[in-house]
């Protein structure tokens, strides 16, 4: 079956734009997680959406957001753009998601990298 | 303060060598995952170990879960170039609360050379 995919691939936006990524998941999971890769500060987890709904959120500032469609594909919107915010984003999906200290097995996308000038 | 401390950062080695790469925490997880990820591509799941003292075999790699549930690692025997790549840890369900999901360490950069 067809994987994750994000769109776009790659991006470059400068200061003070917004930017919205996107995310279709593996058909029949209802979980998508987002998460921010820099190499200084490795993966960090952003939110997580099950069945429409924000179920779990990083600590990360209010211009990161997102939402959940009912066919589960999901957007990140990031508001305000920072010189910071240059990074590789990523998504996951899964059956049931994050819930617990038990996570479903997460199949990541290949990321969207985005450029802020 | 890295909640996951992954040790080495970087690890170059001859194709048929041994090695251990670690993933320490102070805190307790309830599970703990590791993933390769390849340049371009997002990180994959290589296995999850859930109790302490676990240890998880896949082919030529070896995982292995802390008692205590606070650290892991991995030892891959007989390296060869096809293991290349940026390897992951993390964690799910850490005590003291804070937000669910998965908690990631920085990565050991792992080069097997010819």
């Known amino acids: 079956k067809a994987g994750v995919t994000q769109t776009p691939r790659y991006l470059i936006k400068t200061r003070g734009q917004q930017v919205t990524l996107s995310c279709s998941p593996i058909s029949g999971h209802r979980s998508v997680s987002w998460y921010q890769q820099t190499p200084g500060q490795g993966l960090q987890f952003l939110f997580e959406?099950?069945?429409?709904?924000?179920?779990n959120k990083g600590n990360f500032p209010g211009r990161f957001s997102g939402r959940q469609f009912s066919n589960s594909r999901s957007e990140m919107n990031v508001s305000t753009l920072e010189l910071g915010d240059s990074a590789l984003y990523l998504c996951a999906s899964s059956l049931e998601g994050l819930a617990g200290g038990f996570p479903d097995t997460q199949y990541f996308g290949p990321g969207t990298r985005l450029t802020v000038l | 303060t890295q909640l996951l401390e992954q040790s080495p950062q970087f690890l170059s080695i001859q194709e048929g060598e041994n090695l251990t790469v670690y993933c320490n925490s102070s805190?307790?997880?309830?599970?703990l995952q590791w993933y390769r990820q390849e340049p371009g591509e997002g990180p994959v799941l290589l296995v999850t170990v859930v109790t302490g003292g676990e240890v998880k075999k896949l082919k030529r790699l070896t995982f292995q879960f802390g008692d205590a549930r606070k650290d892991s690692s991995l030892h891959i025997t007989a390296a060869q170039p096809g293991d290349t790549g940026l390897y992951l840890c993390?964690?799910?369900?850490?005590?003291?609360?804070?937000?669910?999901?998965?908690?990631f360490g920085k990565g050991t950069h792992l080069i097997i050379q010819p």
């Open positions: 993390a964690g799910a369900g850490k005590s003291g609360g804070g937000a669910d999901g998965l908690t």
């Open positions: 959406y099950f069945s429409e709904t924000q179920r």
């Open positions: 805190s307790v997880f309830s599970s």
